[in-house]
């Protein structure tokens, strides 16, 4: 049974630093790629980054609410990191990774979804 599970979050100043995780278990063959999302209240879920098995990654439109990102995963501990480092008060949101069988930027790509771990960024 696949299963996703975000941690890192927590509540940080405006331009501070955040690096969250995803650890992937039960996944199948077809499920190539690990996406992140960001979802305030009341907005849409935004795709912040994906990776792929093989190393292929995409840095999504709204990444810049986040400051400079990056995507970088442990394929042994099947574990997919976001590093966040210059958050806006904007990136105030829940951020959930995806799995799919395709690294894009589009929802519509991504099958299996973790709980989502919180970001609260103070001004």
């Known amino acids: 049974q696949v299963q996703l599970m975000e941690s890192g979050g927590g509540s940080v100043q405006a331009g501070g630093s955040l690096k969250l995780s995803c650890e992937a278990s039960g996944y199948p063959r077809s499920v190539n790629c690990i996406g992140w999302f960001r979802q305030a209240p009341g907005k849409e879920r935004e795709a912040v980054a994906a990776?792929?098995?093989?190393?292929?990654?995409?840095?999504c439109g709204g990444e810049s609410v986040e400051g400079p990102v990056a995507i970088s995963q442990d394929i042994p501990r099947s574990t997919v990191y976001l590093e966040m480092n210059g958050l806006k008060p904007e990136a105030t949101a829940t951020y959930y990774c995806?799995?799919?069988?395709?690294?894009?930027?589009?929802?519509?790509?991504?099958?299996?979804w973790g709980q989502g771990t919180q970001v609260t960024v103070s001004s």
């Open positions: 990776i792929c098995r093989g190393g292929g990654r995409i840095i």
């Open positions: 995806a799995a799919g069988a395709s690294g894009s930027c589009n929802l519509d790509d991504y099958t299996y």
